[in-house]
């Protein structure tokens, strides 16, 4: 009878299954294999962009015109800030082709899990895609806004226009430091909400920070001595000067290679930050 007692009083034994953390490169692959589910949002946001719209895709080309526009009376008119023997037009297109994807992906993506709640809710899917299918949609308005710097070479007879093709590198570079960003900030405004009023604040701050309206040399000008290598710490500072360097013969500073480090590094520590919180967004959000 004593046996059986303690046989009764024996705690019953448990097993707890958890889910493995899946390594980078599973993650990476698994988005691969829902590469048709990646398009298929991509579509989904292209069409939501321009749907009820009267000028639909023309909105890709009035939007870059219209920013050029009001840049040029504002800091060439009025500030009268020099650009060298370089037209503005081209000057301040050959720095929008950069800053309207940075901006477009990083404020898409960082929107893009909050936007998709009741989708996460329901049905499994690698996470990774809703931001990814974010920064291949916005592909549109640097495609359009290179079109358009190309033509303003022409016409103005100024630069290389087949140097102007270095855009396509420093555009991979631009969405490797966009979407770190996105994937930082969408993985965050699952948890703080106040994130994504902040975001539209912070990126107008960057917009004036970043040598788009003016050259990079007038930033190193104002900036402390022997301190400019921090004005690199904004990736797009070394993306759009090297970009100006190889079209119009610009200087380049030797500091570029800080926002090339640092688009890597926004992009990797990203990709393993939303990895990590990937297992709990459908119970968060």
Partial sequence: MQNHNN?????????????????????????????????????????????????????SFIQPLASVVVLYFIFQRVMKVPTGNISYLPFALSGLIFWNYFQSVVTQASASLIGNQSIIRKIYFPRLTLPLSRAIVTLVEPLVAALLFIIALLYFNEGSWFAALSFIPLLA????????????????????????????????????????????????????????????????????????HLVFGTNLSPHVWISVLLAFCLFASGLIYFQKVERKIADIV
């Fill in 173 to 244: 570079l631009t969405a490797l430091a966009a979407l770190g960003l996105g994937l930082w900030s969408s993985a965050l405004s699952i948890r703080f909400r106040d994130l994504q009023q902040a975001i539209p604040f912070a990126l107008q701050m960057l917009f004036f920070a970043t040598p788009i309206a003016y050259s990079s040399s007038l930033l190193r000008k104002i900036s402390p001595a022997n301190a400019d290598y921090l004005l690199y710490l904004n990736p797009l500072t070394g993306i759009i000067e090297t970009f100006r």
């Fill in 7 to 59: 046989i009764a009083k024996q705690p019953t034994p448990h097993t707890r299954i958890t889910a493995k953390s899946p390594s980078l490169g599973a993650s990476l692959a698994e988005v691969w294999r829902y590469r048709q589910l990646l398009i298929t949002f991509a579509k989904r946001d292209y069409k939501v962009r321009y749907a009820q719209t009267l000028l639909g895709f023309s909105w």
